[in-house]
């Protein structure tokens, strides 16, 4: 089986589009497993969701998505960040409120449990190195009982790694991960899809392949022009359409 991995969509529909073109691509996919933040920021947050739910897959819960249906408050959030929120609440058709509502905080699957921000505090927790001490890291390594964890939140593709010493590392993530002769476990984030922080603005996903036991991790060109035509449309926060060009 395999499975694509995408995290932070965003409401950025043309984004989501280019990613699972790009996964057909490749050979198709039996499920997505989706890290959370499926809205807030972009301009198409019921397409998205609408999107999402043609294909078969799993999701976690995220900030943005408690956000738009209050059930986070908005008090915590940048003021642009909260702008696009209070405008997603109005975007938002019954069914997909009831779709972000049943939203668990945490799934396992097989080898991997996945969150949208940290095992230790699935919602908000950054996982990003120079914000976290060992201690943290540590901890969170300790919040999980898989061997591997998939998180999204911090928009930014790296992997952090527990040997069998319980020594910690963290690297930008490779374009290959071979899990069968991983002795170390590992909490994965793969880039966020629709408004990636890395300084490179292409979308970012993985797939892993459970036969071959690998996860491959991609970058797709997208017409991010389109989008930011879109929030320009429904005047959304100009940082927020200005920070896609440049990918942070
Ligand atoms: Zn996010």
Redesign the pocket.
């Known amino acids: 089986m395999r499975y694509a991995i995408i ?2 969509v ?1 409401s950025n529909l043309v984004a989501f589009q280019a990613v699972l073109q790009d996964i057909e691509s490749k050979g198709g996919i039996d499920e997505i497993w989706c890290l ?2 499926v809205v ?2 972009g301009p198409e947050p019921h397409a998205c969701i609408e999107l999402l739910c043609q294909y078969k897959h799993i999701c976690v819960a ?3 998505d408690w956000a738009a249906i209050s059930k986070l408050d908005i008090s915590d959030f940048n003021p642009y960040a909260a702008q696009a929120i209070l405008w997603t609440r109005q975007q938002l058709a019954a069914g997909d409120m009831n779709y972000l509502q049943g939203l668990p905080q945490r799934i396992k699957r097989g080898d991997f449990t996945l969150v ?1 921000g940290s095992p230790r505090h699935p919602i908000w927790e950054y996982l990003e190195p120079g914000w976290l001490s060992t201690k943290d890291v540590e901890d969170n390594f300790n919040q999980f009982d898989t061997k591997f964890c998939l998180v ?2 911090s ?1 930014k593709p790296i992997v952090f790694q527990q040997d069998s010493l319980k020594h910690y590392s963290v690297t930008k993530i490779p374009s290959e991960i071979r899990l069968s002769f991983e002795s170390e476990r590992l909490i994965i984030n793969p880039g ?1 899809v629709g ?1 990636p922080r890395d300084g490179d603005p292409r979308a970012s996903y993985a797939i892993y392949d459970g036969e071959a036991q690998m996860v491959y991790y991609y970058r797709v060109n997208y017409d991010i022009s389109a989008t930011q035509q879109k929030m320009m449309e429904y005047n959304l926060p100009s940082p927020l359409t200005e920070r896609l060009s440049y990918g942070y």
């Open positions: 995290a932070d965003h959370g933040d807030g920021y995220g900030n943005h949208h999204g939140h928009h966020g408004q």
